[in-house]
């Protein structure tokens, strides 16, 4: 009988996790991926030199990676694991029990019996972590620190250094050298990544390929109306448009970067998500691209149904699914494969309730179904495309069985040829080519995922508004006719932010916020418990953008776009107050208030430096705006370093107090509206003594009834700021109607 051809085609990303202008990274996906699957991955096919596949390296990983090894780059996760545990604050301590318990319970924590045992005690879901401290000793969070990056390096990694095995078998009691040694591991293991894979493709065992630079969704760069060729009655943003500049800017910086790292151009893409479109054709071909790879559905939609599955899931026509295609614009051609749907699901989300040897040969036993359905004198290309690292968290020992067992089965079985798929495509050129290529992505064929939705709609428009600001200052600066050459989205700007031109950097930041993972965790499709991070983190970007040029970001970009699922980072007023506005600490009069507490701002996104406020309080009265800050020590005695302590505004307009020496007898004050100074003398009240206490006029605040407000306080010194509270985003509320106090008595 005829073999079968069998393309595996991993794909291996991570979005762009870190702030370039603040050097801070909240995430460690990059790192415990790394240590894990990309390395794993790589030693699995070292393993069997007789393997051939094709593997997908996003240029947004790369970046991160080689930002580890060369850079001396950090995350969050990673600067509080190597915090001594006898070191860590309370803060350090809720962070550990809210985090470090972020992996698959049953395939990654269960096993090591010391974690599982801490895992159980936490009691996630039932009681806070901060509840939870008092269960835990210096010990056990030492444990916690180590056990969690233990769990994820690849047990491949165990078998091969002695070391690591050693400190797996003593599993528990952990010292600070044991814990260091892992961290250490860590790093050394991601310089492997890159060199594993450069030598995996220079022995001609694997093809390496590339995807647009930041992951966008590369249709909706070009035009978001072609997601209504699949939603013909989907909501789309304001702006419709594409960005035609951006698209091309992904493409070429990847192939750039993709051919300095290698040393020879991708010749393959995996364009984000599987999204594909006829009008992309022409860039991609223009760019040295030769073929593409997406899911059958969009082959079953660009055929009018004649490839596709009944209700049984039985492949229609299955010759004409299992061969590769020519897709055509122009004078451009490209090639393309078309994944098998399926049986890529089965490897990402079924195999793993399988043992490995039982789940490899089920595989097989598919090929093998697939071989005989088509014609013997046909060629059968099966493409099985998915992500590389996700699934194998979800598998019994990282899925390393599964793993030994499928490619020790597709080596040897006499039916079975791995390929690359592009070796595959020189040698067996596709006949066919699609009349049209269907706008849509790997997911139901269509964007769903990535726009339409109320929320992702509203993240597009804010990229829109963001970007249409930073073309207006490029503008400005073309008018000003100094020569300097603008660094426009044609310009090649270098894969990281750190160019001296502003321009450069934000637009960077505009790429990367184009990528399509800040989406995909909008809308009620996907959720995770890291939603609002992905939320800030999106708009962080944007705000950077402002915040290059010296001016404050829109108010809008402060509040949360995923509202479902908004975690509030303070509580609201539950009743009005009635303060007397002296300095004096008097706990009833601010019990129903709102509470800010800025302790735990270390385990959310602030920065690891200690600030100088403890608290801040809000609320109102029926005409009032009242706000108490609490500080680390007695508040006049806190102040007395600063200069100007402000309290400033940024919905419903820009507006702001400024208490100018606020901790010293010549204390002063003045309003500002739009940044110009207005007169309101005795129409605000301030109070400074053990506390700092504020009241004024809603109206000097232009805040009507049942209109959003979104406030800061910030500490500044030499005309620096010097702390803020929140360090990132604004505290946000509602100005109470005339049923407020009848509506919080029957809450």
Not at 100 to 124: K, T, V
Not at 297 to 309: A, E, K, M, P, Y
Not at 373 to 400: F, K, M, T
Not at 646 to 666: D, Q, S, V, Y
Request: with cysteine.
């Amino acid at each position: 009988m005829a073999e079968v051809a069998l393309a595996f085609y991993w794909h291996q990303h991570q979005p762009y996790y870190p702030d370039d202008l603040t050097g801070e990274n909240p995430m460690p996906w990059v790192r415990l991926h790394g240590v894990k699957d990309y390395v794993g991955m790589a030693l699995h096919l070292l393993e069997f030199p007789e393997m051939r596949c094709t593997i997908n390296l996003v240029p947004s990983l790369l970046v991160q990676l080689t930002a580890y090894t060369e850079r001396g780059a950090s995350d969050h996760f990673l600067d509080i694991a190597r915090i001594p545990a006898k070191e860590l604050s309370q803060a350090d301590a809720v962070f550990l029990l809210d985090h470090f318990f972020m992996a698959a319970p049953d395939q990654m924590i269960r096993p090591w019996p010391r974690f599982w045992e801490l895992y159980q005690r936490r009691g996630l879901g039932k009681t806070s972590a901060h509840d939870a401290m008092r269960r835990y000793n210096e010990r056990d969070l030492r444990d916690l620190q180590t056990l969690y990056n233990l769990a994820w390096i690849h047990p491949l990694i165990f078998e091969c250094d002695p070391n690591l095995r050693h400190l797996r078998d003593k599993g528990k009691h952990y010292t600070e050298d044991d814990k260091k040694h892992v961290l250490d591991r860590h790093l050394e293991i991601l310089k492997q990544i890159i060199p594993l894979h450069r030598k995996l493709a220079e022995s001609g065992q694997v093809e390496l390929t590339t995807t647009p630079f930041y992951h966008p969704i590369l249709p909706l760069l070009f035009d978001k109306r072609l997601a209504k060729e699949a939603m013909p009655d989907g909501k789309l943003p304001r702006y419709t448009g594409g960005y035609l500049d951006d698209a091309e800017t992904h493409v070429r910086r990847s192939v750039q970067f993709h051919s300095e790292f290698f040393g020879l151009p991708p010749r393959g893409m995996w364009p984000a998500e599987g999204s594909v479109c006829q009008p992309m054709i022409p860039l991609l071909a223009k760019h040295g691209i030769r073929w593409i790879a997406t899911d059958e559905g969009i082959l079953s939609q660009s055929t009018q149904g004649f490839v596709g599955r009944d209700h049984q899931g039985l492949v229609r026509n299955p010759s004409h699914l299992y061969r590769p295609y020519k897709v055509r614009e122009g004078e451009h051609e490209l090639g393309i494969v078309f994944r098998d749907h399926a049986l890529s699901d089965m490897i990402g989300f079924h195999y793993q309730r399988s043992t490995g040897a039982d789940a490899a040969h089920d595989f097989v036993r598919h090929l093998h179904g697939i071989r005989a359905a088509i014609p013997a004198d046909e060629p059968a290309l099966v493409s099985v495309i998915l992500d590389g690292e996700n699934c194998w968290e979800h598998y019994a020992d990282g899925g390393v069985t599964f793993l030994r067992s499928l490619y020790q089965l597709c080596t040897t079985d006499k039916q079975i040829r791995t390929v690359k798929i592009g070796e595959y495509l020189e040698n067996n050129p596709p006949r066919d080519t699609l009349p049209h290529l269907f706008a849509g992505s790997w997911i139901h064929h269509n964007f769903a995922i990535w726009i339409g939705h109320e929320e992702d709609n509203s993240a597009w428009d804010l990229l829109h508004k963001t970007r249409e600001y930073l073309k207006g200052k490029e503008g400005e600066k073309g008018r000003q006719g100094d020569g300097e050459k603008l660094p426009g989205p044609l310009s090649p700007a270098p894969p990281l932010s750190h160019s001296p031109s502003p321009f450069a950097r934000a637009f960077e930041e505009i790429y990367i916020a184009e990528g399509s993972d800040w989406f995909w965790w909008y809308g009620d499709d996907h959720s995770s418990a890291q939603d609002a991070l992905f939320d800030y983190l999106f708009r962080k970007h944007l705000q950077n953008v402002y915040t290059l040029f010296g001016d404050q970001p829109p108010a809008e970009l402060g509040r949360p776009i995923k509202k479902h699922v908004q975690r509030l980072m303070h509580t609201l007023p539950m009743m009005y107050l009635d303060i007397k506005v002296d300095g004096r600490e008097t706990f009833f009069e601010w019990s129903n208030a709102g509470r800010y507490r800025c302790v735990s701002e270390r385990g959310t996104m602030g920065s690891n430096t200690p600030g100088s406020f403890s608290d801040i309080y809000f609320g109102f009265g029926r005409s009032q705006f009242f706000v108490r800050i609490d500080f680390d020590q007695v508040a006049r005695l806190a102040l007395q370093v600063f200069d100007v302590l402000r309290i400033a505004f940024e919905e419903p307009t820009p507006c702001e107090l400024r208490i100018f020496h606020p901790g010293k007898a010549m204390q002063n004050c003045t309003w500002y509206a739009r940044g110009e100074p207005i007169d309101a003398a005795g129409r605000i009240a301030i109070g400074i003594d053990r506390i700092a206490e504020c009241s004024i006029p809603f109206d000097l605040i232009g805040a009507a009834e049942k209109q959003h407000v979104q406030f800061y306080v910030e500490l500044m010194e030499n005309q620096q700021s010097r702390d803020r509270a929140p360090r990132v985003g604004n505290i946000a509320f509602e100005r109470p109607g005339a049923d407020f106090e009848s509506r919080m008595w029957d809450v």
